[in-house]
């Protein structure tokens, strides 16, 4: 464990305070605490000094490859030399840009929490979505073999209330949320098909249809 990740925990230990408690006060994710506290996350001064802010406590501490020097009463000595700045090189740029998010996997028809997935955002992004526009869903059933999509496989969706011709999407049809290739015919109407060859589509007017979201990509688990 680094000095930080030591000095926050004993700090947080010192002020009688858990990590949900010091999480909540600090703005940051309990699962991001967790990891620093562990070890398991690096973490820059900036981000230490605002926790250890949340428990009056100060960053005063010497780096890990210098020795703590002694107290000796020969001669007055510094405490500790300035600590020169570090620029990060673009390794350390992209390690410190992520931070560990949790996401709820909900049932695509029931609309329940079945899981939860933690994804690392990176300049504010999941497979290229902004992470704030980005949702999953569990496929509940098999009524999608055309879509190449099965029961149990696990979608990626990007929110917005927009449609393309034969892409898939996750709607809202009558209080039933469902995942259909969308395709808008030469009335304007909008034809919601379980897979390429369906020739039996459902036909709905726009204004009766609500696009949750595109799907933009499948997991399957063996």
Not at 113 to 124: A, G
Not at 189 to 217: A, E, M, R, S, Y
Request: with cysteine.
């Amino acid at each position: 464990m680094n000095r930080l990740a030591q000095k926050i925990k004993d700090a947080r230990i010192k002020a009688k305070m858990t990590e949900k408690e010091l999480a909540a006060k600090a703005g940051i994710q309990l699962s991001y605490l967790l990891q620093v506290e562990s070890g398991k996350k690096v973490i820059n001064e900036h981000m230490a000094e605002k926790i250890l802010s949340v428990m009056g406590e100060e960053i005063q501490f010497i780096t890990d490859d210098q020795p703590v020097p002694e107290k000796t009463k020969v001669k007055a000595a510094p405490v500790r030399e300035a600590i020169k700045p570090i620029t990060p090189n673009a390794q350390w740029e992209s390690v410190l840009a992520g931070v560990i998010q949790k996401y709820p996997v909900t049932g695509a028809s029931s609309g329940k929490v079945l899981d939860y997935k933690e994804l690392s955002i990176v300049h504010k992004k999941i497979d290229g979505i902004h992470f704030e526009k980005i949702m999953f869903v569990k496929v509940e059933q098999s009524d999608l073999p055309g879509l190449r999509i099965r029961k149990s496989d696990v979608i990626s969706v990007h929110m917005m209330n927009t449609v393309e011709n034969d892409s898939i999407y996750y709607l809202e049809v009558g209080g039933i949320r469902q995942i259909r290739m969308v395709r808008m015919d030469s009335n304007r109407k909008l034809q919601l098909l379980t897979g390429i060859n369906d020739h039996t589509p459902q036909v709905f007017n726009p204004i009766d249809v609500k696009v949750i979201g595109k799907c933009i990509k499948v997991e399957f688990f063996l």
